[in-house]
């Protein structure tokens, strides 16, 4: 299933004025179980840093999350960088025209060699390692470009149903992945490897957050997938399942999940 046609549908749709921007980012941060996650993870360590401090958004996308970052660090200067040259141009109009381009810039740049030596206090990264083959050597990257102390936040699938895979047989359900989700463990000692000392890693979407994700984004991407005409239906199916979806990802994260198909990692250089 292809992702980025639909994301480029919907930017289209919520780019036209920075109201309606904004509005779309409010959406998906109360549908997207991920961005309940990382809200309380970042909320969780925003004392540790500097209110001055220095930001990486490692694979920045549509801009979601450093918009949050933005706010939750009024005083802090941050770099998102992106491999999409169209998202990095869309990004810095728009955060030009909700007047933060002095605090916040988007350039394009390949993880892989993207190097800063010890310059951030707190680097992000959502649902991005999936996508790089080479994730060792961007840990790595990440690691040096952190300050003595610094954090990094990642949020990825894990090989517990991660992906929508859930035996041998099974395929990607997006197919721009390269790994359907990571082990525990297999995380923890990549991120050793390259050399961060403290790791707390933790599993998100347990069963509650399956059923969110199944039917808040699995069920209408599919439709959306077929035909554009469900576009039309869709406010109407969220005006129905929307309530339902909250709860669930509250449960999901407000209780501890023994297992599930997302993990949250944190890691201190």
Known sequence: ????????????????????????????????????????????????????????????????????????????????????QEQIED?????????????????????????????YHLALSVDVMEHIEEDVTVFRNIYKSLKTRGILIIST???????????????????????????????????RDAGFQYIHSSYSYGKPGKISWKVSMKFPILLLNRSSLFFIILPFYYLITFPFCLLLNWLDVHNFQQTGTGLIVRAIK
Not at 97 to 107: A, L
């Open 91 to 119: 990004c810095n109009l728009f955060f030009s025209k909700i007047g933060k381009e002095e605090r916040v810039h988007f350039e394009w740049a390949d993880l892989v060699k993207f190097s800063e030596k010890e310059k």
């Open 157 to 191: 699938p894990s090989d517990q149903g991660g992906s929508d895979v859930h035996d041998d047989h099974d395929s990607s359900f997006i197919d721009e992945h390269v790994r359907d989700g990571y082990n525990k463990t297999e995380i923890e000692n990549k991120l």
């Open 1 to 84: 299933m292809q992702y980025d046609p639909i994301k480029r549908s919907l930017g289209k749709i919520f780019n036209k004025t920075p109201f309606l921007r904004i509005l779309f980012y409010k959406s998906l941060d109360l549908l997207l179980l991920r961005a309940w996650h990382i809200k309380k993870e970042v909320n969780q360590i925003r004392n540790s840093v500097p209110k001055d401090c220095q930001i990486l958004d490692a694979g920045s996308g549509f801009g979601q999350y450093t918009y949050f970052l933005s706010r939750i660090f009024p005083k802090g200067m941050i770099k998102a960088v992106d491999i999409k």
